[in-house]
């Protein structure tokens, strides 16, 4: 459920500025800032939210893959939800034993004893969505508890090209039956590349006789680097329930105007779906298995997944075909890959990224 935010009771002579203010707003319906429902820390970025239709609403996003530079993109989203739109923002990142940002920690499936650390996720009992990118991260119990505690609340999630294989050691239960984070959740788990993968780009379609989803209102033109991900066997479909947006097309090549792969059909690149968990309330998902750094370049990719957040938290009807989707500061992030010397990646504090 939304978290309702109050603002300290005003007194003295100013108080009845504010209670005036505060009645033409509420008359109005003009959206008021209030304080960021997330302390500072050394641990995480927030970014707090001021004028627009979000304002009030609470997202958390986690950056915790290694390919992806989803530390670059999810600070970048944040700050672009919060200044244009109005969302307060908070990115939570996967941490090694120093502090750090550390995208080249190993695995499970490279070192059977690795844990990793994602600080700040008892937001997610106060936050009213999450965006997660994460892959094939181990968490200790306490830290996967608030996922599997958000998975029973019924507020909505936003997962981003490798949360469908985000996790080893995720032991959800519902009804006694272990749920698959990708499968199940999300609505498919990552089986191939679909395509030549670090060769291939991909052209996002739009699904025709879906073209009217709130999501899609002003989207046009997407495109990005990462090669499209195969999510269910050939000669199968998304799983019921889900509803395909966006198809990706593979191209022969990682330039915007290369030629289509016609070797390779379209196979659905985002969708959106409902998950309920075990105390029977239902959330809305929305899903898409583009989204390196490279991709979030594409504008058409941004206000698909901004278009999203609306849609994901019941306010579609906000959700405006010409609202601003610039980028706020600087942002021109690595490629994405494990070649981290190449790329020059190593490990930073997370206000590196700020």
């Known amino acids: 459920m939304p978290t309702t935010l109050h603002a300290p009771r005003p007194t003295g002579l100013f108080s009845g500025a504010v209670v005036a203010l505060a009645a033409f707003a509420a008359i109005h319906g003009v959206a008021q800032a209030a304080d960021h429902p997330v302390s500072e820390n050394p641990k995480w970025l927030i970014y707090p939210g001021g004028e627009g239709p979000g304002a009030g609403k ?4 986690i950056a915790a893959d290694q390919e992806y530079r989803s530390e670059y993109s999810m600070p970048m989203l944040a700050r672009l939800l919060a200044k244009h739109h109005g969302f307060h923002c908070t990115v939570l990142f996967s941490l090694n034993k ?5 995208p080249t920690q190993k695995n499970r499936h490279d070192d059977k004893t690795m844990t990793h650390d994602i600080p700040g996720l008892e937001h997610l009992e106060t936050c009213d969505l999450l965006i997660l990118f ?21 507020k909505p999630i936003i997962g981003i090209r490798t949360a469908n294989h985000g996790f080893i050691g995720f032991d959800y239960l519902k009804n006694g039956a272990k749920i698959n984070c990708g499968e199940d959740v999300l609505g498919g788990s990552f089986r191939s590349h679909h395509g030549r993968w670090q060769q291939d780009s991909t052209r996002g379609i739009v699904v025709d006789e879906n ?28 799983p019921e329930g889900c509803l395909a947006l ?44 583009m989204g390196s750094a490279k991709d979030f370049q594409s504008e058409g990719l941004r206000r698909l997944t901004v278009n999203a957040a609306s849609w994901c938290l019941g306010m579609e009807d906000t959700i405006d075909a010409t609202s601003n989707m610039a980028i706020v500061g ?7 890959g494990f070649h981290y010397s190449e790329l020059n990646i190593s490990p930073h504090k997370p206000s590196f990224f700020q």
């Open 246 to 289: 966006v198809d990706g097309q593979p191209l022969v090549g990682r330039n915007h105007d290369d030629a289509v792969n016609a070797e390779l059909e379209p196979l659905p690149v985002a969708w959106v779906k409902t998950w309920t968990g075990n105390t029977g309330r239902t959330a809305r998902v929305f899903h898409v298995t």
């Open 211 to 238: 073209k009217s989803h709130p999501i899609l209102r002003g989207v046009n033109d997407i495109w990005g680097t990462s090669d499209v991900y195969r999510t269910y066997p050939e000669g199968g479909s998304l």
């Open 134 to 154: 994460s892959r094939l991260v181990s968490l200790p119990p306490d830290q996967l508890q608030h996922f599997y505690n958000y998975l029973d609340s019924g």
């Open 330 to 336: 600087d942002y021109d992030p690595p490629d994405s």
């Open 58 to 61: 609470h997202i958390v996003l």
């Open 98 to 102: 120093d502090g750090d940002v550390d």
